[in-house]
């Protein structure tokens, strides 16, 4: 019985020992190296001047205290990357705040070890850019082998940087939007926008008499675009999407290629002929 026990009292203690290992790397893993780094980012990034007007911007925006809540790493642009950014960008406050967004994202990324390969990375504010590992760039820039090394590591973070501005790229859908009714194809999914009512999203404020729910109609109106529901959301920015803009004259020919066999509506009113005309330039786009 005493060698059951302390078989029993060894097993335990090896097992004590083998969770406190695994407590103790994950914590290594997650944790601010202090004992390498003397700073945060912002101290490191405000006690060298060629970042001024980029730590000026931080806290303009309140971004500063942002970028400290977390582990974080940042392609920082240094003072003639910054001189670079149109003043419609410095001077406005929301599109400010958006171009520094793209410059940092989650977690410690350095080059030659976490970050060892080609990829999309989502930055701060939902855009992805993407990087590369040989040559190492960030948005097509070279990242810069400056006295401070690739890869500065902070206390709660890594900094890169970069000699050239960000460019802010829309994404599909916000290029289409923005060319407007230039032609068919893009006045047709233009068209397709509007708002509708979206129960989930409304307030619910009674009940009928058969059991039903009543809602605020007004809170339930959400904006939505027919292409975007059933055949691709080019908003979404973790996949890639391209898209072909026809000529009028290509829109047309494919108009009439395809119209013979989409008559869903077969009635001989206006509003039949409007919804078969739909369907048709629905499958051309």
């Known amino acids: 019985m005493k060698v059951f026990k302390s078989t029993i009292y060894v097993s335990i203690a090896i097992l004590l020992l083998a969770v406190s290992g695994c407590k103790n790397a994950w914590d290594d893993a997650i944790k601010v190296n202090e004992s390498t780094a003397s700073a945060t980012t912002m101290e490191w990034l405000s006690l060298h001047a060629e970042y001024s007007m980029l730590v000026e911007a931080l806290k303009k925006t309140g971004m500063d205290k942002e970028l400290e809540n977390y582990i974080s790493t940042i392609w920082a642009p240094t003072n003639t990357a910054m001189g670079l950014v149109s003043t419609e960008i410095l001077n406005n406050t929301d599109s400010l705040r958006q171009y520094l967004g793209c410059l940092f994202t989650q977690g410690s990324l350095i080059y030659g070890t976490t970050l060892n390969a080609d990829q999309r990375l989502k930055m701060y504010n939902g855009k992805y850019i993407y990087v590369t590992t040989e040559p190492k760039t960030f948005d ?25 501005p960000v460019v802010l790229r829309r994404n599909v859908w916000e290029i289409i939007e923005s060319l407007g009714n230039q032609n068919k194809q ?13 129960p989930e999203q409304a307030t619910q404020i009674g009940w009928t008499s058969d059991g039903k729910p009543i809602y605020d109609t007004i809170s339930g109106m959400v904006w939505s675009n027919e292409y975007i529901t059933n055949v691709a959301d080019l908003r979404v920015e973790d996949s890639t999407f391209t898209f072909l803009i026809v000529e009028d004259q290509v829109f047309d020919q494919e108009y009439t290629k395809y119209k013979p066999y989409y008559k869903a509506f077969t009635g001989s009113t206006t509003k039949d002929s409007l919804a078969n005309d739909h369907l048709v330039k629905m499958k051309v786009t």
């Open 140 to 164: 097509e820039i070279a990242v810069s082998d400056n006295a401070n090394g690739v890869n500065v590591v902070s206390k709660n973070g890594v900094i890169h940087t970069i000699n050239s």
């Open 186 to 198: 893009l006045a047709f999914l233009n068209s397709l926008s509007g708002e509708v009512f979206d």
